[in-house]
């Protein structure tokens, strides 16, 4: 459960101490300046791309909406970041949409805005704490899952979001404050997502949450420096041959190569709906583990938040 976490993260987007670094003041920095050229954007100029994108931060939600992504073209999209980011919901007002007959969830599309790692600090006043670790997205402008659907249903009074299909994971790796780097496979596969409470419609301060499947960061056919895997590849490490007649229990993890699968969880605010378009947007808390490297170390565990979009039929 992500417990504390996520009223911590979900209460204000100025908790600026988890912002991935920079961010923050990116967001206030660049405010005036997606004012300036958003009507160049919409027009169709590739230089408004240019200078939107120009000096940001990787981090930022998108400032568009679905309709206005769909009216660029792949030369305007290409290069620009905005394959990055998630679309925002279009004229958003102070109604709901009845849940009642809502059968499919499209378009949903998650963008991480600020990463951290949950490490246990020792601390006087409180002895071991876990605490989420501010870090920052080294991977390129490939970590957004879109195109991401799936059914809903009531289930016992209360909206229910079974994912099945999209592009629901994304390899990406993230780096703290020391400088050691944390890949993980950023993912929602498997999602299953129940309301808080029974409503009647899907309005802002709507919340649905549940867990989902993460996959294992390495496939079976990767092998590592010294040519083991799980599938293909050494059963160990061919330069120690004596240990080939015991004496490798040390390196029993290193040498037995497992796809492992953990579990992890998220919770899905609403703040934004357009009843006319049917679309709804707001913003998450996410927790999974990290990469395992083949089953050899302990994952760390992965604290994302960010924003989401998606349409409801």
Known sequence: ELDAFAALLLASDAQAGFQAPNAANARAQNAQKLANVGAKVLAGSLAGLLALTAGTDGALAGPFTRDDLASLTYDQVKGSGLANT?????????????????????DFCLEPTS??????????????????????????????L???????????????????????????????????????????KNLVATAGTTADEIAPGFTMSGPFMVPSYRTGLFLDPKGRGTTTGYDQAVALPAMQAGGDEEMFKENDKKFDVGKGSIE???????????????VFVHKQPGDT?????????????????ATVE
């Open 86 to 106: 998630c679309p925002k919901v279009n004229k958003a007002g102070a109604g709901g949409i009845k849940i009642g007959g809502l059968k499919q969830l499209s």
């Open 115 to 144: 990463f951290a790692i949950l490490e246990e600090q020792m601390t006087q006043q409180k002895g071991t704490q876990t605490v989420p670790v501010p870090s920052k997205v080294t991977t390129r402008q490939t970590y957004v």
């Open 146 to 188: 879109d195109g991401i659907e799936g059914t809903l249903s009531v289930s016992e009074g209360k909206l229910k979001f079974v994912e099945t299909d999209g592009i629901d994971y994304a390899p990406t790796t993230i780096q703290l404050p020391g400088g050691e780097r944390v890949p993980f496979l950023f993912t929602v």
């Open 268 to 282: 899905l605010k609403v703040t934004q709906v357009n009843t006319e378009l049917k679309e709804i947007g707001g």
């Open 293 to 309: 490297d083949l089953g050899s170390k302990e994952p760390k565990e992965i604290l994302l938040k960010g924003n989401w979009f």
